[in-house]
C-alpha cells in the first residue's frame, strides 16, 4: 500500500480541488486568506481540510435613544464596509443568541440571513485526533 502523504496544498495546485464541494458551486477561495491541508495517496486527494480568516461582523449595538438616528446605522455600515474591503474580506458573519432578538432583527434588517447548520467553537489546544 502506497503510503500517505498530509501535505499544505500550494495555490498553485488548488485547482485540483474543483471536483469537490464546496468548490463545485462556489469556485476557488482566496489565497490570501486560505490554506488548504489535503491528504493525498498516490497523487490522488483522498481528504482535505480548510483554514480560513472568516471576519465576524458584531456585535452590532445602537443606544435606544439613537434607533431611530439612521445616520447612526449606516455609519456604522458605511464605515465597516470599508474596512472588509480594505482588508479583502468579502463575507463576514455574526452569531447573535436566541436570547437576544432584538439583536437578530438588528443583523437581520442589515441583509444577514441565518445560516443553515450549528455553529461550533474550539480552543485549537484542545483539537483532538480521531
Request: with cysteine.
Amino acid at each position: 500500500m502506497l503510503d500517505l502523504t498530509i501535505r499544505q496544498l500550494p495555490p498553485a495546485e488548488w485547482t485540483r480541488l474543483l471536483p469537490f464541494e464546496p468548490f463545485v458551486t462556489e469556485g476557488l477561495p482566496m489565497p490570501e486568506q486560505w490554506r488548504i491541508i489535503v491528504a493525498e495517496r498516490a497523487g490522488i486527494i483522498v481528504g482535505f481540510c480548510c483554514v480560513f480568516a472568516a471576519a465576524h461582523l458584531e456585535p452590532w449595538y445602537i443606544a435606544p435613544s439613537h434607533r431611530r438616528n439612521p445616520a447612526v446605522a449606516r455609519g456604522l455600515v458605511r464605515v465597516s464596509r470599508q474596512v472588509l474591503e480594505q482588508e479583502g474580506i468579502g463575507a463576514a458573519f455574526a452569531v447573535v443568541s436566541d436570547t437576544l432578538p432584538e439583536q437578530q432583527a438588528i443583523v437581520e434588517r442589515l441583509g444577514f440571513v441565518p445560516a443553515p447548520g450549528k455553529l461550533y467553537a474550539i480552543d485549537v489546544a484542545n483539537l483532538k485526533e480521531f
